[in-house]
């Protein structure tokens, strides 16, 4: 009598219980990409490609620091896609390693200035690099908006870790993304201004969305 009984209570506790649709990290990943793809789109259609990329493409330091950039985002998006699958002990931090490779081009902005002080103020000018700045930092709001979305439904065990990781990879995304636009060769600039776009967008992440992340 007493196995009936807890048998119907299980009975009756999942009655009204519906089969939920796995979390796959291949769907997380087609929203980031349709952000990058229409963040991209949205800032070449209103100021236009490079002009060099037409014909002998980028510059050596030019495509480093676009490639740097690249796997910072590619590797901090990865982490925040699998904050968004159940799971105990899983490792999140292989996003570090890019960040602490993508610090080689501040480092190397820094050199830039003791070698030359004068060159390097002319490259952090406010009149050319705030456009950088202000576009990099849009441009990556669709992979930042993807990438929440996808940990709202998954609710991460770490809020603060996960608005850290979710705005380094919409910051990377978005200077990925003015890299094709802006034409500036320069360590300086790229390091001052297109680095801005990644550091503001993670510290607006660690500010902004640990509150709406919450269980």
């Given at each position: ?117 004068h060159a390097a103020m002319e490259a952090a000018r406010h009149d050319v690099g705030l456009g950088c700045l202000l576009k990099g930092l849009a441009s990556g709001l669709g992979v930042g908006g ?70």
């Open positions: 009598m007493k196995e009936a009984s807890i048998d119907d209570l299980i009975d009756e506790l999942a009655g009204d219980l519906a089969p939920v649709r796995p979390r796959r990290i291949a769907r997380g990943s087609m929203w980031v990409a349709a952000g990058w793809v229409a963040g991209a789109a949205a800032l070449l259609l209103l100021f236009g490609l490079r002009h060099d990329l037409a014909g002998r493409g980028m510059p050596p330091l030019s495509m480093l620091a676009f490639w740097l950039t690249a796997a910072t985002g590619l590797a901090a998006t990865w982490s925040a896609l699998r904050m968004g699958l159940p799971g105990v002990g899983r490792d999140y931090g292989g996003w570090r390693w890019a960040v602490g490779a993508s610090l080689s081009l501040p480092l190397a902005a820094l050199a830039v200035c003791i070698a030359d002080g993807a990438l929440f979305f996808w940990l709202k439904a998954g609710a991460p065990t770490s809020p603060t870790r996960a608005g850290w990781v979710v705005g380094i990879a919409a910051g990377a995304a978005g200077a990925t993304i003015v890299a094709l636009h802006c034409a500036t060769d320069d360590v300086v600039h790229i390091a001052l201004w297109h680095g801005a776009a990644v550091l503001l967008s993670a510290i607006a992440g660690r500010l902004i969305l640990p509150r709406f992340l919450r269980w």
